[in-house]
């Protein structure tokens, strides 16, 4: 198979898979935005834990589908990278709905442990209530720094993809030089291959050419042997 027929291959099979990877997203996305309306009222915790699980696996999905565009033909890249930019922007529009059913749940918390301690008599609130807020508090302290460490660390991952990314690339360059150059060698092979065909040709020619000289020459010489044989012996 040609190098051309095996680079298109290469490529059909490889858009099959950044397919594989948007179709799983669809599925992610679509899940979430059927979700997100639901969640508008009471939400559980459960639910939310499983919101932000969908969401960094729609995360994770839109990195894969970048690491398999950068790695096809220029041409195809481009219109797959277009594709990802507006995923992207899906997914982000469903972080913000997601961050502001989040707030909003923790406002309607904070909002009704307040009345339920306006309700109780002003002067005698329990130590327990009290110790709740005061654990609600400290929860959301440590998820707002929880989340800040994730938020890094996504960060750092996504700075090490984008240099395996380049290095791709790279090795992608590479690779054509080096069969560019593979090209050029066979061709200089086959141009040496004919010059030494032709200068043997030449060679035997001229060995025939020499033969035949001799042999002009020695019967040229034998006539005159005969000539003057004849002209002695009268």
Same mark, same amino acid.
């Given at each position: 198979?040609?190098?051309?027929?095996?680079?298109?291959?290469?490529? !059909? %099979?490889?858009?099959? %898979?950044? &397919?594989? /990877?948007?179709?799983?997203?669809?599925?992610?996305?679509?899940? $979430? /935005?059927? @979700?997100?309306?639901?969640?508008?009222?009471?939400?559980? +915790?459960?639910?939310?834990?499983?919101?932000?699980?969908?969401?960094?696996?729609?995360?994770?999905?839109?990195?894969?589908?970048?690491?398999?565009?950068? *790695?096809?033909?220029?041409?195809?890249?481009? *219109?797959? $990278?277009?594709?990802? +930019?507006?995923?992207?922007?899906?997914?982000?529009?469903?972080?913000?709905?997601?961050?502001?059913?989040?707030?909003?749940?923790?406002?309607?918390?904070?909002?009704?442990? $307040?009345?339920? $301690?306006?309700?109780?008599?002003?002067?005698?609130?329990?130590?327990?209530?009290?110790?709740?807020?005061?654990?609600?508090?400290?929860? *959301?302290?440590?998820?707002?720094?929880?989340?800040?460490?994730?938020?890094?660390?996504?960060?750092?991952?996504? &700075?090490?993809?984008?240099?395996?990314?380049?290095?791709?690339?790279?090795?992608?360059?590479?690779?054509?030089?080096?069969?560019?150059?593979?090209?050029?060698?066979?061709?200089?092979?086959?141009?040496?291959?004919?010059?030494? @065909?032709?200068?043997?040709?030449?060679?035997?020619?001229?060995?025939?050419?020499?033969?035949?000289?001799?042999?002009?020459?020695?019967?040229?010489?034998?006539?005159?042997?005969?000539?003057? !044989?004849? +002209?002695?012996?009268?």
């Amino acid at each position: 198979m040609s190098e051309g027929g095996r680079e298109g291959k290469k490529g !059909y %099979v490889m858009s099959l %898979v950044f &397919e594989a /990877y948007e179709r799983q997203f669809c599925e992610v996305s679509a899940n $979430l /935005y059927s @979700k997100c309306p639901a969640a508008d009222g009471e939400l559980k +915790k459960q639910s939310m834990s499983e919101m932000n699980a969908e969401l960094e696996e729609a995360e994770t999905l839109i990195k894969k589908m970048d690491l398999e565009a950068r *790695t096809l033909e220029p041409d195809v890249r481009t *219109t797959l $990278l277009a594709k990802i +930019k507006a995923h992207a922007s899906d997914l982000k529009n469903l972080k913000n709905q997601v961050k502001k059913i989040a707030s909003n749940q923790a406002h309607r918390t904070a909002r009704e442990e $307040l009345l339920e $301690l306006r309700m109780g008599d002003k002067l005698e609130v329990s130590a327990d209530q009290r110790g709740r807020l005061l654990m609600a508090q400290s929860s *959301t302290d440590r998820l707002n720094s929880s989340t800040d460490r994730i938020r890094e660390s996504r960060k750092q991952t996504v &700075e090490a993809e984008e240099l395996g990314a380049s290095i791709l690339q790279d090795l992608h360059r590479q690779r054509q030089s080096l069969l560019h150059a593979h090209g050029t060698l066979q061709g200089v092979d086959d141009s040496i291959s004919r010059s030494k @065909k032709i200068l043997t040709a030449m060679a035997r020619r001229m060995d025939r050419n020499k033969w035949i000289g001799g042999l002009i020459i020695a019967a040229l010489v034998l006539t005159i042997i005969i000539i003057l !044989y004849f +002209k002695l012996s009268r």
